[in-house]
């Protein structure tokens, strides 16, 4: 079979030839229904940095997948031929499909372990069950997990694009009160479509609600310190966008107010299960 394989920085993929797989003990060979391209794709390219996490090349790309278990190895008989799976990409010894020593899914078949499996509902597309996989899971893990958004908790996302949008419309959908900011006025037009109680170009605009959780999946700098300066007292900002490297922020609200800042990246397969329909 032929795949689209990463080789070093600053080259394009290359359609090579390679094996088909073959599931050995604790392994399926899943069909590839539909593989995104994730940002993190084209920076591998892009930028020597991300050479490390590619120790043997030349390696087959793809870390957002959905597809159709086509062989089962010995040890994986909870799974069976035709079972319609998302593959939650990052492996419990730190490796991810597409990295390291696994291949992903920018070819026609891959393996996978328990490690990645997620039952994809028959109402779930193949194209949605592959973004879960990556965008939903990020999203989902920062504003659940990390943020721990609730029933009756008082949330802010700021940035309604990929991420934030279902950020925000999972934490609606728990119960949270959720308001959003964001700069593209045809963007807030989709407020009432996530659910939210509120939407402004800036988060500070909701510095009267009083709170607990703000995510940032834009992370301009000056949206992490808007955060700070909105969040009540022991509220706790979550950072998840990279749209720059560096913030500046006044502490006073930090300290005064007893403010926590975490990051958060991925998720988990566990997240995965959680995102997707019961």
């Not at 084209?42 to 086509?70: K, Y």
């Not at 009267?208 to 999946?217: E, G």
Request: net charge negative.
């Amino acid at each position: 079979m032929k795949a689209w394989q990463f080789t070093g920085t600053n080259n394009p993929l290359t359609l090579n030839e390679v094996a088909e797989p073959s599931a050995g003990p604790g392994q399926v060979v899943v069909s590839v229904k539909a593989a995104g391209v994730c940002h993190s794709d084209v920076t591998a390219i892009d930028d020597a940095g991300w050479m490390p996490l590619f120790p043997e090349l030349p390696r087959t790309m793809g870390h957002e997948n959905a597809g159709v278990i086509t062989e089962v190895g010995a040890g994986m008989e909870h799974w069976k031929v035709g079972d319609r799976v998302g593959l939650s990409p990052v492996m419990k010894d730190g490796d991810a499909l597409g990295y390291g020593k696994w291949d992903g899914g920018f070819g026609p078949q891959l393996l996978a372990t328990d490690d990645n499996l997620v039952k994809l509902p028959d109402e779930v597309s193949f194209e949605l069950g592959a973004m879960a996989t990556d965008a939903g899971l990020t999203a989902y893990h920062a504003i659940m997990a990390v943020g721990g958004a609730k029933p009756g908790m008082k949330v802010g996302v700021i940035g309604l694009g990929g991420l934030g949008y279902i950020g925000a419309r999972v934490a609606a959908l728990s119960g949270a009160e959720v308001y959003g900011a964001e700069v593209n006025p045809e963007t807030q037009k989709l407020a009432g479509e996530i659910g939210l109680a509120g939407v402004a170009e800036s988060i500070t605009a909701f510095r009267d609600k009083n709170l607990d959780l703000i995510v940032d999946y834009a992370g301009f700098g000056t949206t992490t310190s808007a955060a700070l300066e909105t969040l009540a007292e022991f509220g706790t900002l979550v950072q998840v966008g990279m749209g720059r490297l560096e913030a500046t922020i006044n502490t006073y609200p930090l300290i005064i107010n007893q403010l926590s800042i975490k990051g958060s990246k991925s998720g988990t397969k566990e997240d995965l299960e959680n995102l997707m329909p019961s």
